[in-house]
């Protein structure tokens, strides 16, 4: 299983992330990135994968 990292110093809230996994990550009322769910199991891996990838900052890491 994967784990979700995400660097609120870097997070500019431009909610790309949401966009693609929005079961995952939220833009919160900080507007800034919250993780919802931090583990992905492998059968979603590929799309968090992207979703993590669109962050324009480089403000999320997909470890394991």
Request: a negative charge; proline letters at 3%.
């Amino acid at each position: 299983m994967s784990a979700i990292e995400a660097d609120k110093t870097v997070c500019e809230g431009i909610g790309m992330c949401e966009a693609q996994a929005d079961d995952y990550f939220q833009v919160g009322d900080d507007g800034l990135v919250d993780v919802l769910t931090a583990e992905v199991p492998e059968s979603d891996r590929g799309y968090v994968r992207a979703a993590v990838d669109s962050c324009p900052v480089s403000a999320l890491r997909l470890k394991g």
